[in-house]
């Protein structure tokens, strides 16, 4: 089943350059803000959108991300109403694709069958779950597939050969390769590393591989682009939130601030190929 990850990555393969993922928490500062980023973001150059879900214990999130999930868990922010987020967007655009990132907890408590309805019935293409590992798989990663979503994992500078098959083997839409180890929002490694280590990861599978974890500045995303299919950007989207917040910006003026950037970070990616050719 073609979802609407896959067919967005057929048309950016076409026109020979990288996608632009943008994740933002859902629900941060609060409902209204958040769903008004969201349906800013293709316009501002966006190409496939990650939804944040908001946890209380998230151990992969540096300390921006996890103060945007506390910003959004206090002010009601659930499960559902992070569906209702997806469901809010369709609305207006029924081709972005929409990828939700989080834990496996929440979805847990809700009933896997249950959330994997209504992630459909949402629109949601699909699902990056970065606690559930590839021994999991029968927990929500198989259940998704049968279901139609995507299951996208995360490959690590310490995944290697030997491990790097059981990482891919269920995983669809495209695989997310983490630039280094440990939280989000710390310095991007080495780009020249990085492509390395993508060229690497190549060599095992023919899915979109897409870089985060670092990413923060147009000249980042140009570098990562050249070799990369796809630029994931958080941390600094999150950021600029958050500076908006502080300064008690209306939630449009919060999307133009995010807008502002993404359109920087676009502009970055398309000119990667450019760059290296």
């Given at each position: 089943m073609k979802t609407r990850i896959d067919t967005r990555f057929e048309k950016l393969k076409a026109e020979g350059r990288p996608a632009l993922v943008t994740y933002f928490m859902g629900g941060d500062p609060d409902?209204?803000?958040s769903l008004e980023v969201m349906k800013a973001l293709p316009a501002a150059g966006s190409d496939v959108i990650e939804l944040g879900m908001p946890f209380s214990d998230p151990m992969a999130d540096g300390p921006a991300i996890q103060a945007a999930g506390l910003r959004s868990l206090n002010t009601g922010q659930t499960l559902v109403r992070t569906l209702d987020l997806a469901r809010k967007f369709r609305e207006t655009d029924n081709e972005t694709p929409i990828v939700m990132m989080g834990y496996?907890?929440?979805?847990?408590?809700?009933?896997?069958?249950?959330?994997?309805?209504?992630?459909?019935?949402?629109?949601?293409?699909?699902?990056?779950?970065v606690d559930l590992p590839p021994e999991m798989d029968e927990e929500l990663c198989l259940p998704a597939i049968k279901a139609g979503i995507n299951?996208?994992?995360?490959?690590?500078?310490?995944?290697?050969?030997?491990?790097?098959?059981?990482?891919?083997?269920?995983?669809?839409?495209?695989?997310?390769?983490?630039?280094?180890?440990?939280?989000?929002?710390?310095?991007?490694?080495?780009?020249?590393?990085?492509?390395?280590?993508?060229?690497?990861?190549?060599?095992?599978?023919?899915?979109?591989?897409?870089?985060?974890?670092?990413?923060?500045?147009?000249?980042?995303?140009?570098?990562?682009?050249?070799?990369?299919?796809?630029?994931?950007?958080?941390?600094?989207?999150?950021?600029?939130?958050?500076?908006?917040?502080?300064?008690?910006?209306?939630?449009g003026e919060t999307a133009d601030a995010v807008t502002a950037l993404v359109k920087e970070l676009a502009k970055g990616v398309r000119e990667s190929r450019l760059a290296a050719a």
């Amino acid at each position: 089943m073609k979802t609407r990850i896959d067919t967005r990555f057929e048309k950016l393969k076409a026109e020979g350059r990288p996608a632009l993922v943008t994740y933002f928490m859902g629900g941060d500062p609060d409902f209204d803000t958040s769903l008004e980023v969201m349906k800013a973001l293709p316009a501002a150059g966006s190409d496939v959108i990650e939804l944040g879900m908001p946890f209380s214990d998230p151990m992969a999130d540096g300390p921006a991300i996890q103060a945007a999930g506390l910003r959004s868990l206090n002010t009601g922010q659930t499960l559902v109403r992070t569906l209702d987020l997806a469901r809010k967007f369709r609305e207006t655009d029924n081709e972005t694709p929409i990828v939700m990132m989080g834990y496996y907890n929440p979805i847990y408590i809700h009933g896997v069958d249950k959330f994997l309805t209504e992630a459909t019935e949402a629109g949601v293409d699909g699902l990056i779950v970065v606690d559930l590992p590839p021994e999991m798989d029968e927990e929500l990663c198989l259940p998704a597939i049968k279901a139609g979503i995507n299951f996208i994992r995360l490959a690590t500078p310490t995944t290697d050969d030997k491990r790097l098959p059981a990482v891919l083997r269920n995983t669809s839409g495209f695989v997310y390769y983490v630039s280094m180890t440990g939280i989000t929002g710390t310095a991007i490694a080495d780009t020249s590393k990085v492509n390395t280590a993508v060229q690497r990861i190549k060599g095992h599978t023919d899915l979109p591989i897409c870089v985060g974890f670092g990413v923060k500045t147009a000249e980042h995303a140009r570098a990562i682009g050249a070799n990369a299919d796809g630029v994931v950007v958080g941390t600094a989207i999150v950021n600029v939130m958050a500076d908006a917040i502080k300064a008690g910006k209306s939630a449009g003026e919060t999307a133009d601030a995010v807008t502002a950037l993404v359109k920087e970070l676009a502009k970055g990616v398309r000119e990667s190929r450019l760059a290296a050719a």
